[in-house]
Structures are given as C-alpha cells and as structure tokens.
C-alpha cells in the first residue's frame, strides 16, 4: 500500500499556470467546477490538489505549497481535504463539522488524547525534491499506531502517483519509537537537500533588474527601485525593491530581518546570478513576485515602479523623539524602555533587559546619551554641514555622489577631536564599572532605531576598543560609532521612510566585549514562531545558534548554523523543529538540552517582561542575540529589539 509511487512533477506546472480543471494526462479530477471547493475527500488527480491548496502553514521549508486535511475516525477515517486558503484545522471543523466551539478545548483533545474524534495532519508538496509529505503538527502526542492510521487514510484518498512519505515535523516525532512500522518517511534535513528555492519574505515589487556580485557591493550605489540579484549572502543591503540571492539564507540574517521590516520581497535561488531568468532581463523592468512554493517575474515598465512606489513609501515625514536633557553618563541599571530618545533604542532596551526579575545574565555597562553626540557634532560644524550637503541638488539626485559624499563626512568625523572633559569622563567611566585592561564594545544606539515603525536592525556600526593594542584610544571607538549615523544603508533607509535625518542622533551603549576565545557558541533567537505566528499560529521560539563566534546570521559559504524551533505550552515536553545542524560539530549538537532549557528560560522571561511594552496585538516577538561563554558555558544575553511580524 505505501510504495513510493515514481515522482511526477504533478504542481509545478500547475503553481505556474494557476488554478486549473485537471490534466487530461492524470485522468478525471474530482472537482471540475469553478473556483474553490470547500472540501473534497479524495484527490483523483493533482489540480485537485492545487484547487484545494494554499502557502505552506509555515514558511520554515523551502518551496512548498500545503493542503491543509483531518481524518474523521468516527466516519469510516473520512479524509477531509478542505480549502486552506479560507480554513484552518480549527475552522473547518467549527464551521462545516460543527460541535468545536472552543479552540484552546479543540487543540487539547486533538493534538493530545489518544481518543481524539479527529487525526489532523498537512499535505505539502515539496517542489525541491519533489516529494509529497504527509505531516502532523510538531507538538502532536499521536502513537506510531495512530500516525500509521493517519498516512494509510490519506494514501487510500490520493489516487495519482505520487511519492507520498510520512514527513515527522519535530525531533520527538523524528524518534524511532515513534515512527510508524512500514511507512516511508523524509525528514526535514533531507526535505534541504533537494531544495533549490528559498521564499524568504514573500510579496510583490515592481523594480530593475541587477546583478551584482557581493565582492562589488560595498562600491555600487543600488537605489530603492533596483532588485538586487547577488551570487551571495550580504551583510547588509540598502533599501531596494527586492532581494534575490544565489545561496540560501537565514531567517533571522540582517537582509532578511531588514525585508520583513521594509516589507519587501526577499528570495534565495541557488544559482539565481546567473539564472537565465535574471540575466536575460538585467537592466530591465519588471514585476517580481515571491511566494513560499516560487516566484513569478515578468517585464514591466519604469512608469508602474513608480506608481507602485509611490502608493507603498509613507505619506508623511516621521519625526523620531530626541531628548538631550541627560548630560551625563547612565548606568544600565537606571535606563529603561521609555529612555530610547535620550539613549537610543539598544542602550534603552539593555536598561530594561536588567529590570527583568529574577535577574538574566545581562552585562554591566553605561550609556552614552545622545545629547553627547549632539554636542560633538556641533562643537566641530558637522551640524551645519550635514544641513548644507542635504540640501545640494546632487546629493538629492545622484546616488553615487551621495554614497561618496557620506563617506566623507564619516572620515572627517572618525577624524574630528573629542572635548577634552568628555574624553576624560570615557576613560574614567570604563575604569570604574568596566575595569582596567579589559577590552570594551561600544555599540550604535540611535533615537532612530528599535522603533514600533522603523526597525534599523543592522544599519549602524559597533566598535570594539582594545587598551593592551599600542596606540588604542576609546574615543576613535567612540567617534566610529557616532560616524555609522551618516552610513550610506542607514541614510537610503531613513530616507525611503521619511525619517527626518536632521533629529536623528546616535545614543552609545558601553560594556565588556565579548573575545572570540572565550565564545563556546553565539546565537540568535525570535521569542516566538516567525514563520508560522500566532495567534493562529504554533507559539514557538526560534533559534539560531553556531558553534564558537563564528557568525549566525552571515556566514561564510559552505558553513551553516544550528536552527530550530523549540515549542512554547501546551507543548511543554521539549518537542522541537531542527531545520539544520551546525557543519562545525560534526553532527552534533551545539547546545546541550540543559543550555537549551537555560535559554528558554531567558527567551520567555525577555517576552513576558517586553511584550506589554512593545506588544500591542498579535503578532509580536523580540529579537535576541545571546552567547554562552567559556569556561563554564555561561549564558550571557547581549540585546534584545522589538520585533513586529
């Protein structure tokens, strides 16, 4: 009964087109009416499938479409196959089964008791290796002996070939004590291995085409009209019509953080720089649209990016609150959350990171208020010369001489002298609460940063002063900070969101930095699910982590990261989703079960304490960078920003 069936490629073509009546090759469909079915309780071919199917329920597999089903065991294990476009699990048994009002009451029998009237489960096709997999949620307790009931009753309700496996979506479920006897199975590593596309953040743009090599990007002025194709990762992009990159990324990578916030497109096609796709068409206008099963591009003219443009920038000039009331240097532990116009955003946030009680491991440091960096600025005339270069007609209009332009004045600002007193008060400040001969990190914290409608995740620079190198000085770490205001990402950002440049300024957050010798493992994690969020979603944390300080978010080629989804109650029992393994371990893993627990433990504490701060509705997490730290793999959390879905 579950012979792997020779793969057809039964979707592509399909996901292509559109919705369709069938394929004559296949034989009849069971629905050859005109839009969507609610239900079909068989699939006769795969427009069936099609007509039935939505975006995967989570955009953590690569190029997937979903049709979302449940197994009445009270009807003769009737699969029902319902429109998931309009239904969830919970839905379609209200509103068409009835007799479910209640949600938290519904998910508490059905994932958990072994008497459950419903086996609910997910139909995803994936397209990389083209593969039909048939899965349950990951926090689902089902027995073997059930997951076996549940494959059987859909492999009797698809009557096209197919390879159709068992996909376990957790690493519990992935356990051989839990594996139905008999049944093929893929899991989610191998479900990676034949993917080729990646649908990052999906959405639509309208922009020009360009390819760019990342050893070139840094020198190549790219506007927020142009989609930018790249043969890899970047650290970091400009504001741009979309993103197209030739490996694979993260989730919580800085280009893709930054898409999310800017809600522009984001994919990674393996080989995309020199896909006939995008050579053909470089220099030219079109109409990129990305999608968790792919994406579409067709030509298009520079008069709809305009319009298209046009109707997305905001409307109005955004003002950021700057407060230059503090004259003095603050301790962490007397800033929190509502001092982010006086500190900037990370110092406000690591301020209120040390108000969580019981405590987190959260370093000791100060803040440097923005009225410092005001006053710098206007002490050395750079004030008027950043309102005299704004205004110049080929700073406004010529996107090279504006990257050239910052450059400059970055230069003479790293360059400029600091007051004597100030310089003085640095010195003293690290002696004091830092200590002496330690190496010290000064971290970008502008009042343009961290913010409910402009996120700035890696848009400044940080700096590390080392007193033990010759000739070190703590304020050229201190001036670099401040110059990273004026980089050219940073200003194209708050440009397209209409910040108002003239009341930005930059905030610095003091502590002791963090030696690469002494990092056992680096990561950063969601404090809840971003691919699949609630409240309709699986509660969930998300975490990258690697081992040693080699980076998470931006990698060097060939090197990935540790990632999974550990899930929040009713779960509770350690189930999680490992979507990759470190290449540095071996296969093993990076963290221990205690370390994962001890950072739970801190994830949900960092959500708890911000989300009635910074949560508003759903959905809502924080963005957390963490490390554990040798000898003894301490966990030590170094920032934590707000982060809107």
Known sequence: MYRRSKPVEFLLLALLAGCGNGDPSTGACGWNGDGR??????????????????????????ASRSVLFLVDRRDDHRVHFFDSVQYRHFTYARDVLGGFPDLTAFNAEMYYQPGRRLLLGTLTHHLGPDILAVSMAPVDRASPEVIGELFAAVAEAVHFEADLRW??????????????????????AEIYEGATYQGMHPGETVG??????????????????????????????????????????????????????????????????????????DGRWVRLVVRADGYT?????????????????????QVPALDLSLSEFVNLDDVDASMTAAVGGKAANAGELRNIVPPLPVPDGFAIPCSFYVDFMQANGFDSDIEELIARPAFLEDGQYRMAALASLRERIRQAPVDAAVAAQVAERIAQQIGDGVSVRFRSSANAEDLAAFNGAGLYDSHTYHPDEPGSDSTF??????????????????????????????????HRSFPDDIEAANGVAMTDNPFDPPPDGQAAYYVNVQAGAVS?????????????????????GGEMT????????????????????????????????????????????????????????????????????
């Not at 001036?479 to 440009?495: G, K, P």
């Not at 959500?607 to 730290?629: I, N, R, S, T």
């Open 477 to 510: 770490a201190l001036r670099a900070v401040w110059a990273s205001l004026w980089n050219a990402a940073a200003f194209e950002e708050r440009e397209w969101a209409r910040v108002d440049h003239l009341h930005c300024a930059m905030g610095v957050l003091v």
């Open 552 to 572: 998470v978010t931006n990698p060097e080629p060939g090197v990935t990261a540790e990632s999974f989804l550990y899930y929040k109650p009713p779960a509770g």
């Open 37 to 62: 079915p609610v239900v079909l309780h068989a699939l006769e071919c795969p427009a069936d499938f099609d007509v039935l199917a939505g975006e995967a329920p989570s955009t953590a597999l690569p």
């Open 578 to 645: 490992v979507f990759s393994t470190s290449s540095l371990t071996d296969g093993e893993p990076v963290l221990s079960f205690d370390e994962i627990g001890t950072l739970v433990d801190a994830l949900r504490a960092i959500h708890e304490h911000f989300q009635p701060l910074y949560g508003g509705e759903w959905p809502f997490a924080m963005d957390v960078e963490f490390k554990f730290e040798l000898p003894a793999r301490t966990l030590v959390i170094k920032q934590a920003r707000p982060w809107r879905f």
């Open 208 to 281: 020009r085409v360009r390819r760019i090599r990342l050893d070139d990007l840094d020198g190549t002025w790219v506007s927020q009209m142009d989609i930018v194709v790249v043969d890899r990762v970047p650290n970091d992009i400009p504001a741009v019509a979309g993103l197209v990159t030739g490996e694979f990324q993260t989730p919580l990578s800085h280009v893709n953080l930054l898409a999310a916030a800017r809600g522009t497109p984001n994919m990674a096609l393996l080989g995309a720089f020199d896909a006939p796709d995008f050579v053909d068409r």
């Open 297 to 317: 591009l067709v030509d298009a003219t520079a008069d709809e990016a305009d319009a298209f443009w046009a109707a997305r920038r905001p409307s109005e000039t």
């Open 167 to 188: 996909h376990p979506s957790s690493n519990a479920l992935e356990m051989p004590s839990r594996l139905p006897p008999g049944v093929p199975v893929v899991t989610t």
